[in-house]
């Protein structure tokens, strides 16, 4: 059975666990908590190193297991997000073979993380929630599950142009909505806090920042174009996002 860890109980136990399952949260630890080149993400890191954050593994992201282990490690985050901390997120690392280290692309991993955030979807027990558009082309919308809805961020091996989207395995996190409650645009602290995070991102990465990164809920934004960004400026001519979970 798949469940939730804090990072002091990883720090504690990771050398039980399997051999890529280390390496994965090791690698992530050291990009992340890197104080000589930090990582542009401010709450992310402020997450981790206050253990705010929650982790999980799971399988093969193309594989049935690696669906149900997602869809129940979401599950019990829904529970027990709001007592884990103010940055508080959800990091799922994948388990990712060879094959796919040496023969995706950027493009691949798109494709990829969309199928596994529709598969999950379609595993959800509970109605989209209300306040929520069901459409990925309107400005309210964002994924959700069990109700609660969530930022989602893509991380792959593939990844080289945007530094900040590189990781060692393939992961997804899944940063609860609640957490922007104060770092929006009606907020000089958010106001502030997104002019640090550009300016970190654009150092970090060495690249301008991508077109697709707005504020939730603006008319001109799309949330669904800032989960997965490619190395370039392109974006998907229409969300790909799909599930079978029924919306209304």
Not at 67 to 75: C, H, M, P, V
Not at 184 to 202: A, W
Not at 204 to 217: E, I, Q, R
Not at 233 to 238: L, Q
Request: glycine residues 6%; proline residues 6%.
């Amino acid at each position: 059975m798949v469940l939730l860890n804090a990072k002091t109980w990883l720090d504690r136990h990771l050398s039980e666990l399997p051999e890529w399952q280390q390496d994965a949260f090791s690698q992530f630890g050291d990009m992340i908590a890197d104080e000589a080149r930090m990582y542009p993400c401010i709450p992310g890191r402020q997450g981790f190193l206050s253990d705010s954050l929650r982790f999980g593994f799971a399988a093969d992201p193309r594989s049935d297991e690696a669906i149900d282990e997602g869809a129940t490690l979401l599950r019990q985050y829904g529970d027990c997000s709001r007592e884990t901390g103010k940055y508080a997120s959800l990091v799922i690392f994948f388990q990712t073979p060879d094959d796919m280290r040496n023969d995706y692309a950027v493009e691949d991993y798109e494709q990829l993380f969309w199928s596994v955030l529709s598969r999950v979807s379609a595993k959800d027990q509970l109605p989209w929630p209300g306040h929520i558009a069901s459409d990925p082309s309107h400005h309210s919308w964002e994924f959700c599950f069990s109700g609660h809805p969530y930022f989602a961020f893509c991380g792959t091996p593939a990844h080289q142009v945007r530094k900040s989207r590189h990781t060692s395995h393939f992961l997804i996190t899944f940063q609860p909505r609640w957490v922007f409650a104060e770092i929006n645009d009606s907020t000089p602290f958010g106001r502030n806090m997104k002019k640090q995070i550009r300016q970190k991102l654009v150092a970090y990465d060495g690249v301008p920042a991508h077109p697709s990164l707005k504020w939730y809920g603006q008319a001109d934004n799309l949330e669904w174009e800032q989960y997965f960004l490619r190395d370039d400026e392109t974006v998907a001519a229409k969300c790909p996002f799909s599930s079978m979970h029924k919306k209304d």
